[in-house]
């Protein structure tokens, strides 16, 4: 959701990656939908970790920042950084994975997640770039 709503925000003149401690390959299919209420498409997103970011090349020092948003991540990214000069911030949210027991309750917990990357983004980076509003 992160990568896909930072995108949608502030274009092409912020590079985007989303890395997790482990790879599920496929993105949520509730991650999905409520990201499309706000007008954002991550359907063909897949995920990758941080180990296979390093395999496929992607050096860490080419960036500036790395937000971690679980405690899992945080830890991962502090020993990954140990060796590069680049900021880590922590952005706690919700994991609402296996949370809600109706499809409803299950959506309201996701949304909850968007909207805490959202403000978290807003807040960080300033309100979307003109014509990219949610």
């Given at each position: 959701?992160?990568e896909?709503i930072?995108?949608k925000?502030y274009?092409?003149?912020?590079?985007?990656?989303?890395?997790?401690?482990?790879n599920?390959?496929?993105?949520?299919?509730f991650?999905?939908a409520?990201?499309?209420?706000?007008?954002?498409?991550?359907?063909?997103?897949?995920?990758?970790?941080?180990d296979?970011?390093?395999?496929?090349?992607?050096?860490?020092?080419?960036?500036?920042?790395i937000i971690?948003?679980?405690?899992?991540?945080?830890?991962r990214?502090?020993?990954?950084?140990?060796y590069y000069?680049?900021d880590v911030?922590?952005?706690?949210?919700?994991?609402?994975?296996?949370?809600?027991e109706?499809?409803?309750?299950k959506?309201?917990?996701?949304?909850?997640?968007?909207?805490?990357i959202?403000?978290?983004?807003?807040?960080?980076?300033?309100?979307p770039?003109?014509g990219?509003?949610?």
């Open positions: 959701m992160a896909g930072t995108k925000f274009g092409s003149d912020t590079y985007v990656q989303s890395v997790g401690v482990r599920d390959r496929e993105v949520d299919g991650s999905v409520v990201c499309e209420e706000i007008g954002v498409e991550i359907d063909r997103h897949q995920t990758r970790s941080f296979e970011m390093e395999e496929w090349g992607d050096d860490l020092s080419g960036f500036d920042l971690a948003m679980s405690p899992a991540s945080l830890r990214a502090q020993e990954l950084t140990r000069h680049l911030e922590y952005w706690p949210v919700l994991d609402p994975t296996g949370l809600g109706t499809r409803e309750a959506l309201a917990a996701y949304r909850q997640t968007r909207d805490q959202v403000e978290r983004l807003i807040g960080r980076f300033g309100p770039m003109q990219r509003k949610p």
